[in-house]
């Protein structure tokens, strides 16, 4: 498997698992016609302009024989209290569990780092939990409104003294208890 900063060809791969990871764990939070909808195409766009422009933001993809497998997106210096906020973490179904997550958020590890996950995501959570972060408030969903299903809620996870490493490893033992 290969690390490596994405480019711009990346967009349509990076797309097709950002929504393929939206219907697995937004339905609910967000509106069934939304995510049945051209969410790739929605995405898209967006990585489009992110990865054309990426001033101030790092995208890193994990792959393996030219396919993804996961990528990561981190906003750096986002917040003065939170420090740099991991806007996306997404591995391929078939590879969840692998340690590809891990490997992505410890590359994003260069300082002290945050990021929302929707409340009833609970695998992630756990996730998180598992690479040492701390859960903090939780508070609504800011989207367009059209696309979301009431008002759902969103968990901030942050990890305040992350290791500046790049070792996935070092994520989880931040927060490790002396038996663990």
């Given amino acids: 498997m290969d690390i490596r900063r994405a480019i711009v060809d990346d967009a349509g791969p990076i ?8 219907r697995r764990h937004y339905r609910g939070a967000y509106a069934d016609s939304f995510l049945d909808g051209d969410v790739v195409a929605d995405r898209r ?16 993809v994990a792959e393996e024989d030219g396919r993804l497998l996961g990528f990561v997106h981190v906003v750096f210096d986002h917040d003065p209290r939170w420090g740099n906020l991991v806007d996306n973490l997404h591995v391929t179904r ?12 410890g590359h994003a ?7 929302w996950v929707l409340q009833q995501n609970t695998s992630a959570q756990r996730f998180y939990l ?4 701390t859960p903090g408030e939780t508070v609504p969903v800011t989207s367009d409104p059209a696309r979301l299903n009431g008002v759902p809620l ?27």
């Fill in 109 to 115: 590890a260069t300082g002290p780092m945050y990021l």
């Fill in 94 to 105: 078939d590879r969840h569990r692998t340690g590809i997550g891990r490997r992505l958020l």
């Fill in 154 to 180: 969103k968990l901030r996870m942050t990890w305040p003294d992350v290791p500046s490493a790049r070792d996935p490893l070092r994520i989880a033992r931040t927060n490790a208890s002396p038996a663990e």
């Fill in 130 to 133: 598992s690479c040492g972060a």
């Fill in 15 to 22: 797309a097709v698992l950002h929504a393929d990871s939206w």
């Fill in 45 to 60: 766009a967006a990585w489009s302009a992110r990865l054309s422009a990426p001033a101030g933001t790092e995208t890193t």
